[in-house]
């Protein structure tokens, strides 16, 4: 049987055993279950470093120390990103505004959860570059990695050949090593899916759904839209893939996203996926897709338009056409300023709830089911790593 079709099943298996479960059987879950979950987390997790810093070098090492060629990757995956974070927020706006979630909805002794500052554009600039990149591995902090890993390619592309060869051979078959590897801990998947999700639903049961359902629906129904209308379009036209193979190559990253909420622990399966069942190239992949873990956030920048005319809706406030573009450029410009920032979705929400001026007592409203939101925006955030990647791929081979 597929793997894709194997997590599905362990997927809708678990909700189904956890609505059955529900809240009582919560402690033996999280006592017995919830560990294996968390193990197959850590394996995850355990790989991300050594692919993102192995990979990157081999993509770097590729170009041949090609400056000209790395700046215009760069360029067009950063402007690419920009414009479908933008797109995202607009369709959520679009989405709420037909749904209008929050009307009627009881505010009454709600309190704002404490949110993380977020550093700003220039704290952003001086922290990618690592003093320390050792210990930059040992947090698995992406960015920094990315930077070490582009000067290590650099350099390796600049001494002498017999050095070079040497290096390069290293890294490429290290970097296989981490493929292997990933493939074995893949197959525990189905497991570690079931794992993961059992303790979310027992916690999130019906009744606790219910009253933000409307909530929920629209960030569902928005993600829905820009993997459909969005990805598939940027991945058929782009990049010249048809949608069917675009999401089936996806499918397995997108379901360890769902569970895991974390795009840094799909990213490893994602930069797999997209070389062999894709067949986008290493140069590519292994720049783009690290990059875009760390400031794409389509999920969560369709989430904030979403919550935005949420919070509005709940105490009574019109948003304008100007307080909704406002909430457009903030929220482009924060996917970058929160890069890296762990509980970034909420901050990112202050930020725009900031800028337009809404209660901050509207973060109390979505924090209590934030786990569940964050499922549908992580997803939605590594599949548009992989269409964003399907463009890039292909725009580079014409140069080729």
């Excluded at 999920?299 to 457009?328: E, P, Q």
Aim: proline share 5%; charged share 10%.
């Amino acid at each position: 049987m597929n793997l894709s079709v194997q997590i599905l099943i362990a997927l809708v298996l678990s909700v189904a055993v956890g609505l059955g479960v529900g809240p009582e059987g919560l402690p033996f879950i999280n006592k017995w279950i919830a560990p294996i979950g968390t193990i197959f987390i850590n394996f995850i997790k355990m790989m991300i470093v050594p692919v993102v810093f192995c990979s990157l070098i081999v993509g770097v090492t590729s170009l041949g120390g090609d400056s000209k060629k790395l700046g215009r990757i760069s360029a067009k995956t950063i402007g690419l990103y920009l414009v479908t974070t933008a797109v995202a927020i607009i369709l959520g706006f679009a989405v709420a505004g037909i749904i209008q979630p929050g009307q009627g909805l009881d505010i009454a002794g709600k309190v704002a959860p404490k949110v993380k500052e977020a550093p700003t554009f220039m704290q952003v600039l001086v922290n990618m570059v690592p003093t320390n990149p050792i210990d930059s591995m040992a947090k698995a902090q992406i960015l920094p990695i990315i930077i070490f890993a582009l000067f290590v390619g650099v350099g390796i592309t600049q001494v002498a050949e017999k050095q070079s060869k040497l290096l390069m051979d290293f890294f490429d078959a290290a970097a296989e090593v981490c493929y292997k590897i990933i493939a074995i801990v893949m197959k525990f998947a189905p497991i570690g899916v079931f794992a993961l999700l059992l303790p979310v639903v027992c916690k999130n049961g019906p009744k606790v759904l219910l009253p933000l359902l409307s909530v929920i629906m629209c960030v569902a129904i928005g993600c829905a839209l820009q993997c459909i209308l969005v990805y598939s379009t940027l991945a058929s036209v782009g990049g010249g893939i048809s949608p069917l193979k675009f999401f089936r190559g996806m499918s397995e990253a997108m379901a360890l996203a769902f569970t895991t909420c974390s795009s840094a622990a799909a990213l490893p399966v994602n930069m797999k996926n997209c070389q062999e069942k894709l067949g986008l190239s290493r140069e590519v992949t292994s720049f783009v897709l690290p990059l875009g873990c760390t400031i794409n956030m389509d999920g969560t920048a369709l989430y904030m338009g979403v919550c935005t005319l949420f919070v509005a809706n709940a105490f009574g406030v019109n948003l304008t056409s100007s307080d909704m573009m406002m909430v457009i450029f903030t929220g482009t410009l924060a996917s970058i300023g929160t890069a890296g920032v762990p509980g970034a979705g909420l901050i990112m929400l202050a930020m725009v709830l900031q800028a337009v001026q809404l209660p901050m007592e509207g973060l109390a409203l979505v924090a209590g089911i934030d786990r569940v939101l964050d499922m549908f925006r992580t997803t939605v955030n590594i599949t548009g790593d992989g269409a964003v990647c399907c463009v890039v791929d292909k725009s580079e081979r014409k140069h080729q």
